[in-house]
């Protein structure tokens, strides 16, 4: 019911800063929240951030907290997770999810494709 595409991911140095968007379309007003995650080499995929859609509500995980801003564009329907002071280690495959009433912060019913970043040393 909802389609997702991530993008704004490339390479950037350690210390540098990246927006990735995701845009929605479809059912969109299924929409309870907007979420990010990612998969870093030889890891599980993890979550990252999370906002709802239609009210003022944040949460993030350990690794963005302090790093790491989500936010919305409800009239564009689209969702940005901007990241800051960037390490080598954030490098990954980052994927933005929807979440319905039906799923939780944690397990969207919606992923989009996802979009690579990479952080040199």
């Known amino acids: 019911q909802v389609q997702l595409v991530e993008s704004g991911g490339g390479l950037v140095q350690a210390g540098g800063s990246l927006r990735l968007s995701c845009v929605a379309s479809?059912?969109?007003?299924?929409?309870?929240?907007m979420n990010w995650f990612r998969q870093a080499p030889g890891k599980e995929r993890e979550f990252l951030a999370a906002?709802?859609?239609?009210?003022?509500?944040?949460t993030y995980s350990n690794s963005a907290k302090g790093r790491f801003t989500i936010s919305r564009d409800n009239p564009k329907n689209t969702g940005y997770l901007e990241m800051n002071s960037l390490r080598p280690e954030d490098t990954g495959v980052y994927y933005c999810?929807?979440?319905?009433?039906?799923?939780?912060?944690?397990?969207?019913?919606?992923w989009g494709q996802g979009t690579q970043v990479t952080v040199s040393s």
């Open positions: 999810g929807a979440s319905t009433l039906g799923s939780t912060w944690y397990s969207p019913d919606y």
């Open positions: 479809g059912r969109t007003a299924s929409i309870h929240a």
């Open positions: 906002i709802m859609w239609s009210r003022e509500s944040t």
